[in-house]
Structure formats: C-alpha cells, structure tokens
C-alpha cells in the first residue's frame, strides 16, 4: 500500500459519487427526513425520541454505508472496472483503504448534518458532549462501509449484494437493545448481542445521552467497533476478487 495510490482510489470513487445525485440523496438527506419523521411519530414522549434517535445517529449510517458500498465495489467488479485497476500497481489494500477513505468522507458529512439537525432542530437532548455523537456515529460509517466491502465479495449481482442487508444487518437491529434490553431477552439472544458490534455501537450512544462524562464502558464500546471495523476490512482486502465470474 502507498499513501498517493489510496488517495488517487479516494479521489476517483468521490468524482464518481458527485456524479451520481441520487447515491448523495441517499447519503446525506434520507438519515435526516427519517429523523424528523421519527421526531413527529415520538412528538407527545421526548425521552422515548432522545433514546431512539441517539441510536439511529449510529445506526444510519452503518445501515447506509453498507447498502452503498456493498453495490458500488459490486458494479467495479461485474464492469471489469476492478480488474483493469488491479493490472495497474495498485493493491488490494489500496483499494479498500481508498473506499475506505471516500465514503468516510460522505459519512463525515451524514453524520455532522443528521446529527446536527437532531441536536439544533429537534432539540434532541443529551448529557454529553455532541462531539462524541459524531465520534460513534463516523466509527459506525467505516463499520458499514467495511461489511459492504467485504460482502460485496460473495455477491454475483446487485440484487444479492442488496440480499445480504437483512442477513447481515437487520439481525443486529433486532438485538442491539432498540426495542428491548439485552439482558431482558432469553440467554441465547443476549449471548449473540454480545458479539454483535451494532449492540455496542448503540450502548455508545446511550452513554452519550444519559452520562455527562465520558465513561469507561463508552471507551470499551469505542474500541469494540473500532476493532471490528478494522478486522472487517482487513478480510475485505483479502476476499477482494478482480472480476464477477
């Protein structure tokens, strides 16, 4: 890997994104209005908003970035886009720290504008710093990013890669602690949340809302998407295959 190639994949996959207004809708407007239409279905029980929206500051973009990335490395690959850049002296690791890279660059703007909205216009209500809502919420961008990139390696076609969002994805919604505490559900279910790094992304976001300081368990939650992020993508670069066969 070298810091030009990455940056030149960075550069070629954000061109392309800016020329695709539909994908930048997605990214950056729909975490919003989805906010607001949340803010208006909790509008007679704030506190209940305050904990819901705090997590889908997390959970947004991870679920976006997944879906995003996922088909995008899908068409470089299916177009032999993928296969003429790899005949080139660029790496693996090069192109999956450079996607990486560009889509981190979207998520940093999804996530300072959703979290600005819920905090500035929604009067979403916290105990900690904002700052740390944006801390999660970008950690969370690069997990989604890391699963689309390293999915998109098992799928033949768009349509599977969009197939793989509730295998992989909506498990985790269901077991994150959204709808119920974790150590309400049966044995078993709380053992898989356990592992589950959306679980620990949304536990993140409850320490920001509900504690001034910045506590040990938000550390712990921080480090655990942050390791898985960069383990996903790692496996990513090494299950990254040149052409669709």
């Known amino acids: 890997m070298t810091v030009t190639r990455t940056l030149a994949t960075a550069r070629r996959v954000l061109r392309q994104l800016g020329h695709d207004p539909r994908t930048m809708a997605l990214l950056l407007l729909v975490p919003v209005l989805l906010l607001v239409l949340l803010y208006y279905v909790f509008d ?5 908003f305050a904990f819901i929206g705090s997590s889908l500051l997390g959970i947004f973009p991870m679920v976006t970035m997944f879906l995003v990335t996922s088909i995008a490395t899908l068409r470089e690959r299916t177009s ?3 296969e003429r850049l790899l005949t080139m002296p660029l790496g693996k690791g090069d192109v999956i720290a450079g996607y990486a890279l560009a889509f981190g660059a979207f998520a940093v703007a999804q996530a300072g504008l959703a979290t600005g909205v819920a905090l500035w216009l929604l009067d979403l209500d916290i105990a900690g710093s904002p700052w ?9 961008a690069l997990l989604g990013t890391a699963l689309g990139l390293f999915v998109s390696a098992f799928a033949a076609s768009e349509f599977q890669a969009v197939q793989f969002m509730p295998a992989v994805i909506f498990p985790q919604l269901l077991l994150c602690g959204l709808f119920a505490p974790r150590d309400t559900m049966q044995p078993v279910l709380e053992y898989a949340s356990n592992v589950l790094p959306m679980s620990y992304a949304v536990d993140g976001m409850t320490q920001v809302l509900r504690n001034a300081e910045v506590t040990g368990d938000f550390w712990r939650d921080v480090v655990v998407v942050s390791g898985i992020a960069l383990g996903v993508l790692a496996l990513g670069a090494v299950t990254l295959r040149r052409r669709t066969p």
């Open 44 to 48: 007679a029980d704030p506190g209940r």
């Open 80 to 82: 032999g886009t993928l």
């Open 132 to 140: 740390l809502l944006l801390l999660v919420a970008l950690l969370n």
